[in-house]
């Protein structure tokens, strides 16, 4: 058990609909990283947020938007689904300083979203 | 650009025996490295975390290398289990003003009874 829970676990969607996925961050962890893994790929970084701001983007269009709350959870928000879109969506959490620090970094079980 | 590369995309290896995972990286400019376990349909488990001036790192039957130098990493498993079936991502980190982690595609290890 890492302390990271995502929900919901499972999903389908259809074309144009929208997604949000919910990420609640180990206790104490002010960092949360959302990550995209296709079937077989390594994760892609979507974006990161640091105490309620967002502090880094990969490339992901806008479409692709996120929101951390007060108590360091946070949303992950899809509009206008794409088929490409399916894949399974990591939360990450870690302390100050997150990836470069050398903290360590626990990720939650994902959410599997089958767009159709 | 930053990239991981592993090496081998799959392995499979017979219960008991062992193995080691490749990664050579071009991530500037580099903080740490890490390697990760995966299980199918799972979030990644930390395994290791190595920085800059650390070349070795044991966490039970798994020890990771680091050679900063040439930019490579590897990671030894040690009398395989049939757990250990998984894949194993090598994760680089680079010191870019905020925090961001570049992922390998991971190589898929299977160990066979």
């Known amino acids: 058990e890492t302390g990271v829970t995502q929900s919901p676990t499972h999903l389908i969607k259809t074309r144009g609909q929208q997604v949000t996925l919910r990420c609640s961050s180990q206790?104490?962890?002010?960092?949360v990283s959302w990550y995209q893994q296709a079937l077989g790929q390594g994760p892609q970084f979507i974006f990161q947020?640091?105490?309620?701001?967002?502090?880094g983007r990969g490339n992901f269009p806008p479409r692709f938007s996120g929101l951390q709350f007060p108590n360091y959870s946070s949303e992950l928000n899809v509009n206008a689904l794409e088929l490409d879109d399916s894949a399974l969506y990591l939360c990450?959490?870690?302390?100050?300083?997150?990836?470069?620090?050398?903290?360590?970094?626990?990720f939650g079980e994902g959410s599997w979203l089958t767009v159709v | 650009k930053n990239q991981v590369e592993q090496s081998p995309q799959s392995l499979i290896i017979l219960e008991g025996k062992n193995c080691t995972l490749q990664?050579?990286?071009?991530?500037?400019?580099?903080?740490?490295l890490r390697w990760y376990k995966q299980d199918t349909g799972r979030g990644p488990v930390s395994l290791t975390i190595?920085?800059?001036?650390?070349n070795t790192k044991s966490n039970g039957r798994y020890t990771a290398t680091l050679d900063a130098d040439t930019k490579q990493s590897s990671l030894h498993i040690t009398a395989s289990q049939l757990s250990d079936s998984a894949s194993y991502i090598c994760?680089?980190?680079?010191?870019?003003?905020?925090?961001?982690?570049?992922f390998g595609k991971g190589t898929m290890l299977l160990v066979s009874p």
């Open positions: 190595m920085t800059f001036s650390e």
């Open positions: 206790s104490g962890h002010n960092t």
């Open positions: 994760v680089v980190s680079a010191n870019s003003g905020y925090s961001t982690l570049t």
């Open positions: 990664c050579n990286y071009t991530v500037s400019p580099f903080s740490n």
């Open positions: 990450a959490s870690s302390a100050k300083g997150g990836s470069s620090s050398g903290n360590t970094i626990y």
């Open positions: 947020y640091y105490r309620e701001e967002e502090n």
